[in-house]
């Protein structure tokens, strides 16, 4: 299977993709890793990584499991 192509114009670096989505670019670092979103170098424009919209909106909306089931028999606290 070939992967899609990225041009200049369908990426976004981190910053572009925290305000995209109003939110910190950490927050924006933890959807990038936690789904392994494909990263983009442009010749010509240093270390920066980009990504592609369509692959960060996906991401965004899918939710993440964190941590495991709970062990049957132990109580689980519910924070109000």
């Given at each position: 299977?070939?992967?899609?192509?990225a041009t200049g114009e369908d990426l976004l670096n981190i910053q572009e993709v925290a305000a995209r989505l109003g939110i910190a670019e950490?927050?924006?670092w933890l959807i990038v890793k936690r789904h392994d979103l494909p990263r983009y170098r442009l010749p010509g424009r240093g270390k920066t990584v980009y990504f592609r919209w369509v692959d960060v909106e996906a991401a965004y909306n899918t939710p993440v499991q964190v941590g495991g089931e709970p062990k049957e028999?132990?109580?689980v606290k519910i924070a109000a």
């Open positions: 299977m070939e992967e899609p192509k950490s927050t924006a028999g132990r109580p």
